[in-house]
């Protein structure tokens, strides 16, 4: 909830008189899409009566004087302007009348959307009604990317005009400061900025000469993109199982799986918790082997003391929209502390030159958009915020579903800080379907990662796998149910699914 509040419009007062301005950023928390005005008042009757669901205000009364009363979760705020230099923002979801209007007063009210009919609440009843049902939960969405770009929007388009005046829309300053600040966020002393988080591992395992004839070790429960970025090498991709408890991949099977022919390993911080790193870089020490970190669930994890992106030899990460740090379309990025694999990724991702035509080695498209990188910068600025919130979130659905036994709720490994990109319970007796059922039709929204392993994948039937060779995978994937954890979620909103879980198996 966002309260009304009344603030002061810089002003400049010399011999020439006063001079007043407010812009957006410092004072007008949005953009003005609208303005409109009061005046020619021969009657001072009431205004106003009305609230808006959306619309945002900024009003100034620049001659004479006016009341302003505002109601808006119970509570009412009063004002009175009566100088051009004093201001009062009006949130969303307001009640206003306006009184008082002195004969000549000329009042001017900004707005942040353009005229919507249905935007506005005309009768109390109906208002007082409406303030009642946005209080109370009666749906969650599994995710809430729309409040978040709502809580960033005058910082979204101010990065946006920027863009568009920069006039730099291929690379340049804006990708290499978000590449500087991401490094430094992981720990990294690289990041390369790429199209999307299949490219991120799919450019590194071929910059380390990984083609065809080489295997590179994958785990079974993961997103497709981990399995395909080797087929696209021309490599072969060799399943293992993962950990029952930690769902990551289990290093014990991992060694078993090394042949002469082996030269990657490829974990993956599954649902935003690090796999367990140390075993696997021992085992890159013994048989001279990559390990890439697929980070793209995890930014901001940490192993130990160090964040998941600076584990390994490289790391890859994808900023799709619904990740923890989330483009407005395709990103992704690769961090690493090899600077030699940096130079030579930065080439790859651009036609493999380092200056314009001169072509060193054979390279792609793969360039990190421009217009991303900088939404992505804004962003980055509040990630830690949003994992603590999804922390905070995920400890209460833990202390909360503790005492439910058809519930294997996620288990955090000591070395491990997660991130919750996913909140995975797994639910027994076969009952994650008929739960997954229930909990849509009380309006909560659910996911499954993944309801089908890469093995039994029709893509991958060529590797020859059956029903059975993976059984913790595959008994995760009946199990798995993802629960709404969105840094923008109410406690209201999860303390409701806690409610509903608990109902289903009363
Ligand atoms: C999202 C994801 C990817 C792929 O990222 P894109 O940006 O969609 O290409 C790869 N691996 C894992 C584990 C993911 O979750």
Redesign the pocket.
């Known amino acids: 909830m966002i309260y009304p509040y009344a603030f002061t419009v810089p002003t400049v007062q010399d011999e020439r008189g006063s001079l007043s301005f407010a812009q957006i950023k410092s004072e007008i928390p949005f953009y003005v899409k609208r303005i409109y005005y009061i005046y020619n008042n021969t009657q001072s009757l009431v205004r106003g009566e009305h609230a808006h669901k959306k619309l945002e205000q900024v009003m100034i009364c620049m001659n004479g004087s006016v009341d302003l009363l505002l109601k808006a979760g119970g509570k009412e705020y009063i004002f009175n302007l009566s100088s051009p230099n004093q201001a009062v923002y009006i949130p969303k979801g307001c009640w206003r009348s306006l009184s008082n209007f002195s004969k000549d007063v000329v009042c001017v009210v900004l707005a942040s959307e353009v005229m919507q009919e249905e935007d506005y609440i005309k009768d109390y009843e109906e208002f007082v009604a409406w303030e009642r049902e946005q209080a109370c939960v009666s749906s969650v969405p599994y995710i809430a990317i729309d409040r978040c770009t709502d809580a960033l929007k005058s910082q979204l388009q101010t990065g946006f005009e920027e863009f568009l005046s920069s006039g730099e829309y291929i690379l340049g300053d804006a990708v290499e400061q978000f590449e500087k600040s991401f490094a430094h966020y992981c720990g990294a002393s690289n990041a390369i900025g790429v199209g999307?988080?299949?490219?991120a591992?799919t450019l590194t395992l071929m910059a380390w000469g990984i083609g065809p004839g080489d295997e590179v070790i994958v785990p079974a429960n993961?997103?497709i993109?981990?399995a395909l970025a080797v087929s696209e090498c021309g490599a072969n991709c060799v399943l293992v199982d993962v950990d029952e408890k930690t769902y990551n991949i289990d290093p014990h099977k991992v060694e078993t799986a090394i042949t002469d022919r082996t030269k990657a390993v490829i974990p993956?911080h599954?649902y935003g918790q690090s796999a367990d790193m140390n075993p696997l870089m021992d085992l890159a020490q013994r048989f001279n082997l990559k390990i890439f970190e697929?980070s793209?669930?995890a930014h901001g994890a940490q192993y130990g003391d160090k964040k998941c992106g600076s584990l390994g030899h490289g790391a890859?990460f994808?900023?799709?929209p619904t990740?923890n740090l989330g483009a407005y379309g395709?990103?992704?990025m690769i961090t690493t502390n090899d600077s030699a694999l940096a130079e030579k990724l930065r080439m790859m991702r651009n036609y493999g030159c380092k200056q314009k035509y001169k072509h060193e080695i054979l390279g792609t498209n793969a360039r990190l958009d421009a217009l991303q990188a900088r939404l992505l910068s804004i962003k980055l600025d509040h990630l830690n915020g949003w994992n603590d919130r999804r922390r905070a979130l995920a400890d209460k659905y833990i202390q909360s579903l503790s005492g439910i036994s058809a519930i294997v709720l996620p288990y955090v490994a000591a070395s491990s800080q997660p991130v919750w990109h996913v909140f995975a319970i797994r639910v027994k007796n076969g009952l994650r379907d008929q739960l997954k059922e229930f909990l849509e039709n009380a309006g909560i929204g659910t996911n499954v990662h993944y309801p089908v392993p890469i093995h039994l994948q029709a893509a991958y039937k060529h590797l020859g796998h059956k029903v059975g060779d993976f059984p913790i995978t595959e008994k995760v994937s009946e199990e798995i149910l993802s629960l709404p954890l969105d840094p923008m979620h109410t406690d209201g909103e999860i303390e409701f699914v806690i409610s509903k879980l608990k109902e289903f198996f009363a």
């Open positions: 999307n988080g299949l490219e591992i993961t997103f993109a981990t993956v599954l697929d793209a669930q890859g994808s900023f799709y990740k395709d990103a992704g």
